[in-house]
């Protein structure tokens, strides 16, 4: 397939980056072979995207190197795709909704995936959780999130077309974080957690760069049972309630220190039915159609 068979509207699926290891851990929490999602914006060579920092558009056939793309295509009838179009311009005009960093979605996928992390998958979930929570509260404090939670490339493509009305709605059967196990997710395990609700960040820097957590978390991943004692810290809990309290200040406008972590977790648990990963658009979503790939090397 050609960059030139493209149509405004293609959800544009990425195979993982080269060397980058935020693609890797994205496709191994996913159970999938893609880690990025983007749009065809307009005309063919032109794309759209939640990428840091903010939604851009880009040329398709410089973003499209050395990686293969799944071309996915919508199967209902419609009379343009011009309603997705002014929404995605509409994010586009306003820079929402304010991608933060690839890191966030690997962290979205471990507090949501039904599994026991391993005690050492434990200790560098607990060192993203702290990170990203980290880079929340200075973009709180740099007022860079007004009202606007953070948003993941796949959820960009996703609202996008649900936002255009019902005609173009996706939906998602069966999706990556839906596994029926008996597991539960860390989220639960918050929920249920009592959080002393004291400064815990104040020990919490770390320099490790976004790739060297991920690094750490993928060979965790790939070389440790997933479940482990069973025990999950009361430190990655704790985590967890930071993390929350800060999307919840987020989503309220306001600063971290009057934010409410069990709000927050509330916030988290409605938003999981509805989180959308790369690959759910490939594998889970029936109005989409896998009509081809490209490589352009």
């Given at each position: ?111 949501y995936k039904k599994f026991t992390p391993s005690d050492p998958v ?176």
């Amino acid at each position: 397939m050609d960059v030139r068979d493209l149509r405004a509207g293609d959800v544009l699926l990425f195979s993982p980056e080269k060397g980058s290891w935020i693609s890797k851990a994205i496709t191994w929490l996913t159970d999938a072979p893609v880690s990025h999602a983007a749009m065809t914006y307009q005309i063919a060579t032109k794309i759209i995207e939640e990428t840091p920092p903010a939604v851009r558009v880009a040329e398709a056939t410089l973003r499209f190197v050395d990686r293969t793309i799944s071309v996915m295509r919508f199967n209902k009838p419609v009379d343009s795709f011009a309603p997705v179009m002014n929404i995605a311009t509409g994010y586009l005009n306003k820079q929402e909704p304010y991608a933060m960093s690839n890191l966030y979605l690997i962290g979205m996928l471990l507090i949501y995936k039904k599994f026991t992390p391993s005690d050492p998958v434990q200790r560098v979930t607990l060192k993203i959780l702290k990170k990203l929570t980290a880079k929340i509260i200075s973009a709180i404090n740099e007022h860079q999130f007004p009202n606007k939670m953070p948003m993941v490339c796949s959820q960009f493509v996703f609202e996008c077309y649900q936002e255009a009305g019902r005609n173009y709605h996706l939906t998602i059967k069966g999706g990556n974080l839906a596994a029926s196990n008996k597991r539960t997710n860390l989220l639960f395990h918050a929920y249920n957690h009592q959080y002393p609700d004291i400064d815990l960040l104040h020990n919490s820097e770390n320099h490790a760069s976004d790739e060297e957590l991920a690094k750490e978390l993928y060979t965790q991943l790939s070389s440790e049972q997933l479940l482990a004692s069973g025990a999950i810290s009361s430190d990655i809990l704790n985590a967890i309630h930071e993390f929350a309290k800060a999307l919840h200040a987020v989503a309220n406008n306001t600063s971290y220190q009057l934010a409410d972590s069990k709000k927050g977790i509330a916030i988290l648990e409605a938003q999981s039915s509805l989180f959308v990963t790369p690959g759910d658009l490939l594998q889970h979503c029936p109005e989409l159609d896998h009509i081809g790939d490209i490589k352009i090397k």
